[in-house]
């Protein structure tokens, strides 16, 4: 039997991260056939023209999508 080796990113036994761009997260999001809301959109825009962080944009929409 053929003993593998583990790959460079996973060498330590971790998993590598991976970020995907707004770009690339459109066209996957069209193959699966979600299309962002009017609000979503703006909102996007909103946070750009505000300049948050990606821990700060995540609370938004934690806080747009929270009930009660």
């Known amino acids: ?3 593998r080796k583990k790959s460079p ?3 330590s036994g971790t998993s590598a991260k991976l970020v995907v761009g707004r770009e690339r997260f459109a066209k996957i999001s069209a193959v699966e056939g979600i299309v962002p809301s009017a609000a979503m959109k703006a909102r996007v825009a909103r946070f750009d ?3 948050l962080s990606a ?3 995540r609370r938004e929409i ?3 999508h929270k009930k009660g």
């Open 49 to 51: 023209q505000q300049g």
């Open 55 to 57: 821990a700060e944009r």
């Open 1 to 3: 039997m053929v003993s």
């Open 9 to 11: 990113a996973n060498a």
């Open 62 to 64: 934690v806080k747009a």
